[in-house]
């Protein structure tokens, strides 16, 4: 999605610039063509013939540069880019931008875009909790301002805390996603992520070897895909994608009733989760004691979420997923059915449980569309891209029908 796609790279004063060096040569492998423009204050700590060197074009500092043959370097430089991002994005860059002040070339052409905006901060972590940088950012979200990071580590000043720039993998994933075309723009998407833990008494349960990984890049490709997402997790060691609404569960009655509650304002439905198929019946208040006897427990099945939702009358459009230890395309094919809904992931399990990579098959009425082995990450928007085309498609066999009906 980023091939051929043109980004200006904002480089303000701060020791983070040198990482926008390195986020410059990670952006031109990409295949993206970089623009680079820097603040007075952005020289005294990085060389411009550094960034003309990674960047292959030239660099640009002045508001007057003469090499515009209309004294506008603001209206050409802005004009043809797809995305401006400043990174690294000081206080006072921020206040500008808060303000629309214009005194330098980057704050000029910021003002003058046409194009969408991404700030990554990066400052010492009192700078970033003094109160007017927290207005100051809250504006420009609300201005429409993409804010990527920051995160806590160790600073230059010695320090550690919140403030430090977003590393260069993380901001070149982020630009990446901001090519995305918004094919879900402004739909709710309700996903389920993650494993469910059974209790058996206090300190032990049933449960399994979900991560949440896939169900967690879900939310994430959805979000890049402009849709409004919630994401119904059980207990997972995940940060939740930046944009998302976490509700967090335990058990599968509790995801259930989450489901319940949420599913009413949803247009997709993404099941992702790893649900355990039973539940103890009488689970014990006290940690249940060893001894030499056999313990028994009684089971009783829990519910079954994606076919609640799939059998909801003006219910939303469901996305099952299958995983399997063998034969997963007969038993995806059987679940398809069964449940009576237009797509299903599968996999098996030890290709994909706990592993950052894995790989899918789709199945819907046309067939089956392999999706080759790469991250999750990858997998999700690929399934999101599969998804929004069968949705869209399924929403205008709907009009027809509705037309008709009132012919």
């Known amino acids: 999605m980023s091939q051929n796609k043109r980004l200006l790279l904002g480089v303000t004063g701060g020791i983070a610039a040198y990482k926008a060096a390195e986020l410059t040569r990670l952006l031109v492998l990409d295949g993206i063509e970089v623009q680079v423009v820097m603040t007075e204050a952005a020289c005294r700590f990085v060389g411009t013939a550094t960034f003309q060197a990674l960047s292959g074009n030239t660099v640009y500092t002045n508001l007057w540069d003469a090499r515009f043959e209309n004294n506008m370097a603001h209206i050409d430089l802005s004009r043809s880019a ?41 400052m010492n972590r009192q700078m970033w909790e003094n109160p007017a940088t927290q207005r100051n950012i809250a504006q420009l979200e609300q201005d429409g301002v993409t804010i990527l ?8 000043c010695g320090e550690t805390g ?14 990446r996603a ?22 058996i008494d206090p300190v032990r349960g049933i449960t399994n070897l979900s991560s949440g990984k896939m169900g967690y890049a879900t939310a994430r490709a959805a979000l890049e895909a402009g849709a409004k997402v919630t994401l119904v997790s059980g207990t997972v060691s995940l940060a939740p994608p930046a944009g998302a609404k976490l509700i967090s569960v335990v058990s599968a009655q509790e995801m259930f009733a989450a489901v319940e509650r949420e ?57 099952g997923f299958a995983a399997e230890s063998e034969n997963f395309e007969q038993h995806a094919e059987q679940k398809l059915r069964d449940k009576n809904i237009p797509v299903l992931a599968a996999n098996l399990v030890q290709n994909a449980l706990g592993k950052d990579e894995s790989e899918l098959v789709l199945f819907d009425d046309s067939g089956t569309h392999p999706l080759p082995r790469a991250p999750k990450i990858t997998l999700a928007r690929q399934l999101i891209r599969h998804v929004a085309e069968l949705y869209a498609k399924s929403r205008k066999v709907a009009q027809l029908k509705k037309n008709q009906a009132g012919t």
């Open 263 to 319: 599913v009413g304002g949803a247009d997709i439905f993404i099941g992702v989760a790893a649900v355990a198929d039973y539940r103890v019946v009488n689970p014990s208040k006290q940690k249940i004691k060893r001894s030499s006897q056999a313990l028994n427990l009684q089971l009783a099945p829990n519910p079954d979420i994606l076919s609640y939702v799939a059998s909801l009358p003006r219910g939303p459009f469901c996305v």
């Open 162 to 175: 919140m403030g430090r720039m977003l590393e260069p993998e993380m901001l070149l994933d982020d630009i």
């Open 82 to 122: 797809d995305l401006i991002l400043v990174a690294p994005a000081s206080a006072d860059f921020i206040a500008k931008l808060v303000h629309g002040r214009a005194d330098d070339l980057l704050s000029t052409l910021c003002l003058a875009r046409e194009c969408p905006l991404l700030v990554a901060p990066a």
């Open 149 to 156: 990071g920051p995160e806590s580590g160790e600073q230059a």
């Open 178 to 199: 901001a090519f995305h075309p918004k094919l879900l723009q402004d739909k709710c998407v309700l996903i389920t992520a993650g494993p469910t833990f059974e209790a």
